[in-house]
């Protein structure tokens, strides 16, 4: 009885946004958001600018209001507090550090709102400061900084009041891409020995890849699919998902056949059919999309057997990326198909490989294909 | 310093460019401020003009040069000066303050309205500079006047049995300098506090800073040097106002602009006059030297924002 009690607690969302609509005027930003983030949860809000992912931020900061919805942390209804009420700190875009306020004194800043006593803050300020590494620093100004350790006072800054949840706006945005790469990882171990609760807005993917547990993918104020990076990245469930994570290949068409082991996408683009290995539920004739990704894509220069989920083509383009090249291969139909093929499959197979205007095959499992019906 | 490195690194020609307001300041601010200093060492002469020179090149060669501290002798032993210094430094400050709390709020909700709105309000600080400045004082004086506008309205409407002194005195004194210097603290403090980044208020608050707590630790300390320069835009030319003290200002309103236009047209002393000018600018290079001490650090990249 005590048991599941307990059980039934810890399995209840530390945060819970339930159906949040976001309205400006006429233009709807969130449009009925309902998302639950688990206690130590990394989340990552992935999308392009203007999807709504830094409005539904702000409105976890309190910096906007929701138009309808509730927002409920560790069993708290915070969705009217005031954002100097909330439990929550956000480390903001470019990073927001006081440029009159010491290192110190910028991490310092919430602990004092506290009434924290002295002694207390200064203890907590030097904790921050060795956290990020930053001790040496301690007494700099902002913009005697480089960009890279602004970030990491800003970390240090938003947690400082050991805040329930951690709010993390384009945290690596201002970097430049080389010390981002690198930033990540660093930010990633840094939140993960505090144990906070992330969410962090970001439109970059491989950034929401590498950092977060768990990934959801926003467009046009709606919340698209929510998973793991992996769930995210093998089975989209909609063509935006498909093409915003990675490089994908789209075809559409019909389904002419739909039996429990395989179903056939009459695709025009590509000359041919489609088949896929696994039945799908809807009604035959439906208008379906196949995504099938560039590294599922086989590359040949002998015919291969003709029949579904292949095609003949000639190399428009091709991108050398030292391991692995992108063959653009022009389709019968114009339609470009992307193949990313290992550089050693050439030597291995005792190839020249094709190059501009030769004529190669491409083709593929029929276990890789995607099917997406919206 | 920076600036001077940063001068020399400059091509001839922008040198050149730069040389040319410098040229201006010399030949219409410095080489005055030497002719007032040099007539302030002379005595007062019954000539065309009315002093005597500083140098004499008598008979066999010698050059006599004769400096006359006497002016400034009288201004030290004198309270009367002392006090009349005093008295200005006082309106001048006083004015500024008042200036300051009330232009404050002023160029702050000017500068937190949508850009849309904003540019009618500056265009409204501004209006009064359309009409000339003798004019908006007459026109204050029409207002307070004894049988004013504001005493006759009151009268009619059975508000008051006897006009108000409203004139001649303090109240008028500083309600017209407030009048005419409040432009001059809310345009500096305006172009401070719409540069300031919203983000900054939006993290205090987000560090648990409720609004008033914000304002003084983030908005107030970040708007310092448009404090600074609107308060000195202020007082510097406050200091020496004579119009508005000589025309709404009481009778006991001691200004040094009043002493100095006594001096120079009621007594035909210009030596005097010089020394009583000489000696307000070197009370006011104090406070321009912290202006520019402050606008250099701007420059320099030191500032605050």
Redesign the interface.
């Known amino acids: 009885m005590v048991d599941a009690a307990k059980q039934s607690a810890s399995e209840k969302p530390y945060l819970s946004i339930a159906n949040i609509v976001k309205k400006f005027g006429d233009t709807t930003a969130v449009d009925g958001v309902t998302l639950d983030i688990q206690r130590k949860e990394i989340f990552a809000l992935l999308g392009s600018s203007g999807c709504g992912k830094s409005t539904l931020l702000r409105m976890l900061a309190g910096m906007e209001r929701p138009t309808a919805g509730q927002i409920i942390l560790d069993g708290q209804d915070i969705t009217k507090l005031a954002p100097y009420d909330r439990p929550i700190n956000m480390m903001f875009q470019s990073y927001a550090l006081f440029p009159h306020m010491s290192v110190a004194d910028n991490i310092a800043f919430g602990l004092k709102q506290d009434k924290m006593p002295k002694g207390e803050i200064d203890a907590r300020v030097a904790e921050m400061l060795d956290l990020v590494q930053m001790r040496k620093y301690a007494n700099r100004k902002p913009y005697q900084l480089s960009g890279g350790q602004q970030q990491r006072v800003a970390l240090a800054r938003s947690l400082a009041k050991r805040p329930k949840l951690l709010l993390l706006d384009e945290p690596l945005g201002a970097l430049d891409k080389k010390l981002r790469q690198q930033t990540q990882l660093e930010l990633v171990n840094t939140l993960e020995s505090v144990g906070v609760t992330c969410i962090m807005v970001t439109h970059d993917q491989e950034e929401a890849m590498t950092m977060a547990t768990r990934i959801g993918i926003m467009s046009e104020g709606q919340l698209l699919q929510v998973g793991t990076p992996a769930e995210i990245y093998d089975y989209p469930n909609c063509r935006f998902t498909a093409e915003f994570i990675g490089d994908t290949n789209l075809f559409t068409g019909p389904v002419v056949v739909d039996e429990p082991d395989r179903v056939e996408i009459e695709a025009a683009e590509l000359g041919g059919r489609i088949w896929i290995d696994h039945g799908i539920t809807g009604p035959k004739g439906m208008q379906v999309w196949a995504s099938i990704r560039p590294e599922d894509v086989r590359v040949d220069r002998d015919p291969v057997a003709a029949g579904p989920n292949a095609a003949k083509g000639s190399v428009a383009e091709i991108a050398y990326f030292g391991s692995y090249s992108v063959y653009h291969v022009k389709l019968g139909s114009g339609k470009v198909l992307k193949a990313m093929v290992p550089v050693n499959r050439w030597h291995e197979a005792n190839l020249e490989p094709p190059t501009w205007g030769d004529q190669v095959y491409v083709s593929w499992r029929a276990d890789m294909p995607v099917v997406l019906t919206r | 310093m920076n600036i001077q490195r940063l001068f020399k690194r400059l091509k001839p020609g922008r040198g050149a460019v730069i040389s040319v307001p410098y040229f201006w300041l010399l030949l219409f601010f410095l080489v005055p401020f030497f002719i007032v200093l040099k007539i302030s060492f002379a005595e007062q002469d019954l000539a065309i003009p009315p002093f005597t020179s500083l140098m004499n090149l008598e008979e066999g060669g010698l050059l006599h040069l004769t400096l006359n501290l006497g002016n400034f002798d009288f201004i030290l032993s004198d309270d009367f000066y002392a006090k009349t210094y005093l008295s200005s430094l006082q309106t001048a400050l006083f004015t500024t303050l008042m200036c300051l709390l009330l232009g404050y709020p002023i160029a702050y909700a000017i500068a937190r309205t949508d850009p849309a709105r904003r540019n009618v309000l500056l265009m409204l600080v501004m209006l009064p500079f359309w009409t000339s400045f003798l004019l908006r004082v007459y026109a204050w004086m029409g207002l307070l006047n004894e049988n004013g506008l504001i005493n006759s309205f009151l009268l009619a409407i059975g508000v008051i049995n006897e006009p108000l002194m409203l004139f001649h005195n303090d109240f008028s004194l500083y309600l017209v300098m407030v009048y005419a210097y409040l432009p001059f603290m809310i345009l500096p403090l305006f172009s401070h506090l719409v540069k300031m ?1 919203g ?2 208020l ?9 609004p008033i ?1 914000a304002f003084f ?2 908005t107030l ?2 708007s310092k040097n448009g404090i600074i320069a609107g308060s000195m835009m202020v007082f510097i030319p406050a200091v020496g106002e004579f119009v508005i003290p000589e025309l709404v200002g009481g009778p006991d309103t001691l200004m040094i602009g009043k002493v100095l236009w006594n001096e120079f047209f009621d007594n035909n002393n210009w030596p005097m006059a010089a020394a009583v000018a000489t000696v307000m600018v070197l009370l006011l290079i104090v406070p321009i030297a912290f202006l520019h001490r402050f606008e250099t650090r701007q420059l320099e ?1 030191k500032g ?2």
């Open positions: 980044d983000r900054l939006e993290a205090a608050s987000d560090l648990g800073a409720g707590k630790t983030i300390p970040l990249g605050n924002d």
